[in-house]
């Protein structure tokens, strides 16, 4: 159980050094925790990063099956042209009237243009390939390097989240050790006022009659009251439980 009340009057310096060791070693059990609950976030950052990676990749790689069908697409549109064009000479052949004739020549011109542009095309295709296929290549050696480094930041991330883990398990047992050691009615004060801080600082200073929690004067009444050292008292600005800093305000 707690440690018995001190009485007033006594020298409180003992129960400040444990209430400032609680607060710090609080403090920093808050910190990990906070890095702790990163760990996910973090972890997650460096998938999705890759996911990314991997996503342009594959939109790389659609596009040239794209190409591809397309390409296949094409050459059976050229050959079925030229089959048609072959047509048409072997039918021009054969023709009676310049008229006939004449259709016939304005067939295998329009059927030519056709196949031009056909052949542009694939032309066009087949540089947008060769493109694609430089890109995908970078591409696919940028992910793998980027997925050996997200790998090694993963590990790293763990084992150091690992060790925060280890670290926090000794500051909870040391934190409930302390807590035992303060006094039932000091502790209860401790922890209202640290409920509404946001910072988790309930324990302040004071040096120069500043408190340092709040930055703002002490009345000079309280400033020489807390230089005795004989009771626990709360700053009247921002209620943190204050002491006097006497090795700050000596060198001042």
């Given at each position: 159980?707690?440690?018995?009340?001190?009485?007033?009057?006594s020298?409180?310096?003992p129960?400040?050094?444990k209430l400032?060791?609680?607060?710090?070693?609080?403090l920093?059990?808050?910190?990990?925790?906070h890095?702790?609950?990163?760990?996910?976030?973090?972890?997650?950052?460096?998938?999705?990063?890759?996911r990314?990676?991997q996503?342009?990749?594959?939109?790389v790689?659609?596009?040239l099956?794209e190409?591809?069908?397309?390409n296949?697409s094409l050459?059976?549109d050229l050959k079925?042209?030229?089959?048609r064009?072959?047509?048409?000479q072997?039918?021009?052949?054969?023709?009676?009237t310049?008229k006939?004739?004449?259709?016939?020549l304005?067939?295998?011109e329009?059927?030519?243009a056709?196949?031009?542009?056909?052949?542009?095309?694939?032309?066009?295709?087949?540089?947008?390939?060769?493109a694609?296929?430089?890109?995908?290549?970078?591409?696919?050696?940028?992910?793998?390097?980027?997925?050996?480094?997200v790998?090694?930041?993963?590990?790293?991330?763990?084992a150091?989240?690992q060790?925060w883990r280890?670290?926090?398990?000794?500051?909870?047992r040391?934190?409930?050790?302390?807590?035992?050691?303060?006094?039932?009615?000091?502790?209860?004060?401790?922890?209202?006022?640290q409920?509404?801080?946001?910072d988790?600082?309930a324990?302040?200073p004071?040096?120069?009659?500043?408190?340092?929690?709040?930055?703002?004067?002490i009345?000079?009444?309280?400033?020489?009251?807390?230089?005795?050292?004989?009771?626990?008292?709360?700053?009247?600005?921002?209620?943190?439980?204050?002491?006097w800093k006497?090795?700050?305000?000596?060198?001042?």
């Amino acid at each position: 159980m707690n440690a018995k009340n001190p009485s007033r009057g006594s020298d409180i310096r003992p129960l400040v050094a444990k209430l400032v060791l609680l607060q710090e070693t609080e403090l920093e059990i808050r910190r990990l925790s906070h890095e702790l609950g990163g760990v996910d976030r973090r972890l997650a950052e460096l998938e999705a990063g890759l996911r990314e990676e991997q996503k342009a990749l594959d939109i790389v790689r659609e596009r040239l099956q794209e190409i591809g069908a397309r390409n296949r697409s094409l050459e059976s549109d050229l050959k079925d042209i030229q089959a048609r064009i072959e047509r048409s000479q072997e039918k021009l052949r054969s023709v009676k009237t310049n008229k006939e004739y004449q259709s016939g020549l304005k067939e295998i011109e329009d059927l030519k243009a056709m196949a031009a542009r056909v052949e542009d095309e694939m032309l066009a295709l087949l540089e947008e390939s060769e493109a694609a296929q430089r890109d995908g290549k970078e591409r696919e050696a940028a992910l793998k390097t980027r997925a050996a480094e997200v790998e090694a930041e993963k590990t790293t991330v763990l084992a150091e989240a690992q060790g925060w883990r280890n670290r926090l398990a000794d500051l909870e047992r040391r934190s409930r050790e302390l807590s035992v050691e303060v006094p039932e009615t000091v502790l209860a004060r401790y922890r209202r006022v640290q409920a509404v801080k946001k910072d988790g600082v309930a324990v302040a200073p004071v040096s120069g009659a500043v408190c340092r929690g709040c930055n703002v004067n002490i009345p000079p009444q309280m400033y020489n009251e807390l230089q005795r050292m004989d009771r626990l008292q709360n700053c009247p600005n921002c209620e943190r439980i204050i002491f006097w800093k006497e090795e700050e305000d000596r060198s001042e």
